[in-house]
């Protein structure tokens, strides 16, 4: 059992997947059935955190190394999703919190990095993606027909995971790796819940979840010899759900469950984009050894 | 009368006395230091690595080893392990984060002697922005001219074993081993 719990293949993925579903149903089910709803996607952050004690340890605190600021503000942003889930908090105040914690959390990060503009630069590009996930269109969008509004975020969430974890490995960071593959089967956990048929609302913990590959990224560009400018290319992926809406899904029974597939396929596809240049620029080489 | 004989005694004695020897100061010579490491791989065989670059600092009595000091800088960027690839991954935040932490240094507290040339080394590591106190066995090798460099030069080895997730590094433990021998060959030229 320890062999496995130790085996890298099994902590970036089948531990993941089954940690993310269970700790969504169980928050789902703790929460009742209308705040339960909105709390679910707190289990991605959830495993993604045990994951993290798993992989790499529990680190200190006030923790030295920008490692130990990626799981205390991660740990900092479930908290805070959690809390304004269960205040029932919507709209700005709570855009604006998730905000202000993505700012704290990526300058918290990159601070002892930035000692040249150009350092600086992939901080500006993950703070406007940021903008994006507080602000922006990962916030519910209402129930058109074929509308996946915890669905499209998590398909999002789902793919610059992947992007990150992949890149990472190629890149010879194996725990950024793990971190990266784990949040990917998360996520993958979150949408077993919602597939066919939707169940749960993405409100401020899923917009906190969707904020952690934002924060890998930041170390993977940051302190690491990776070529993080690769995953500009899984950028596209936050425009799926608006492609999705020009997509002739039928107004039937299989529209929510048809419009998640198409979500998610168009997700996915910028982020393999972007392993592929990643992989391209490493001259084709991962880093088994 | 009594007083007089004490003073003249204790006179006597002060200028008999060879002159005690202060610290001297010495530069690890770069060119002859060994900094190297070997971790355990997934319990089939050892793996020896090594720090290319490193600088210290030592001041060295002969006479009273317990009073010198020593203090040693590593670059964490410098690690080689005789395969690039993985040079790399020791160099992310998996294990040295050598962009982060580029520093590993060791300032001595405290030298213990032990025997007529050995003793016992006691200081604070500080790897990943974190300082623990360690101890490495020392063995004074040798001290006096180099017939090579004509310089005064004194040269001594050290052994000891930490722990790495003493220091936050805990990736892959305990496949890759949480114990970590250090093998420090080094000679110091007189300053």
């Known amino acids: 059992m320890t062999d496995l719990l130790n085996d890298p293949f099994v902590q970036s993925s089948l531990l993941p997947l089954i940690l993310g579903a269970v700790a969504v149903g169980v928050l789902r089910l703790v929460g009742g059935a209308r705040t339960g709803r909105l709390l679910a996607p707190a289990g991605i952050a959830l495993a993604f955190l045990g994951l993290f004690i798993l992989v790499v340890g529990l680190p200190a605190f006030p923790p030295p190394s920008s490692m130990g600021k990626l799981f205390w503000s991660a740990a900092g942003g479930l908290v805070l999703g959690l809390a304004a889930d269960a205040l029932g908090l919507k709209g700005r105040p709570v855009s604006v919190a998730v905000a202000v914690w993505l700012v704290l959390a990526l300058g918290w990060i990159a601070g002892p990095a930035l000692d040249s503009l150009a350092a600086a630069v992939p901080l500006l590009v993950l703070l406007a993606v940021g903008a994006w996930v507080a602000f922006g269109g990962s916030a519910p969008d209402g129930h058109s027909p074929g509308s996946s509004s915890a669905a499209a975020p998590a398909a999002v969430l789902l793919a610059l995971a992947l992007a990150v974890g992949v890149t990472a490995l190629i890149g010879s960071s194996a725990s950024l790796a793990q971190l990266g593959l784990a949040l990917t089967a998360a996520t993958g956990g979150f949408l077993l819940w919602n597939w066919p048929t939707e169940r749960h609302v993405w409100g401020a913990s899923g917009r906190v979840a969707l904020g952690l590959p934002l924060l890998l990224a930041a170390i993977l560009a940051l302190y690491t010899q990776v070529q993080a400018a690769t995953l500009l290319l899984a950028l596209p992926a936050l425009a799926a759900e608006p492609l999705r809406r020009r997509l002739p899904i039928p107004d039937t029974g299989f529209g929510p469950a048809l419009g998640t597939v198409a979500v998610t396929v168009l997700a996915v596809l910028p982020a393999l984009v972007a392993i592929a240049a990643a992989w391209a620029l490493s001259g084709g080489e991962a880093s088994p050894y | ?191």
């Open chain 2, 1 to 191: 009368m009594k007083k007089l004989l004490s003073a003249a005694v204790l006179a006597a004695t002060l200028v008999g006395a060879p002159a005690f020897a202060a610290p001297v100061a010495y530069k690890v010579d770069p060119s002859h230091l060994s900094v190297g490491f070997i971790v355990n791989h997934l319990g089939f065989a050892n793996l020896i690595g090594r720090f290319n670059t490193a600088a210290g600092e030592l001041s060295f009595d002969k006479d009273a080893v317990e009073k010198s000091t020593l203090s040693v800088t590593i670059d964490t960027t410098s690690v080689d392990t005789n395969h690039a690839k993985r040079d790399e991954h020791l160099r992310s935040p998996d294990f040295f984060n050598a962009k982060e932490f580029p520093k590993m240094t060791f300032k001595s507290t405290k030298i213990e002697k032990t025997g007529a040339n050995t003793g016992t080394l006691h200081g604070d590591l500080t790897l990943l922005g974190v300082t623990k106190p360690i101890t490495l066995a020392v063995t004074f090798n040798k001290d006096g001219v180099s017939a090579a460099s004509k310089l005064e030069t004194a040269g001594f080895s050290a052994r000891g074993t930490i722990k790495r997730s003493d220091f936050g590094m805990k990736y892959g433990v305990p496949n890759i081993s949480d114990d970590i021998q250090l093998l420090i060959e080094a000679e110091a030229v007189k300053s």
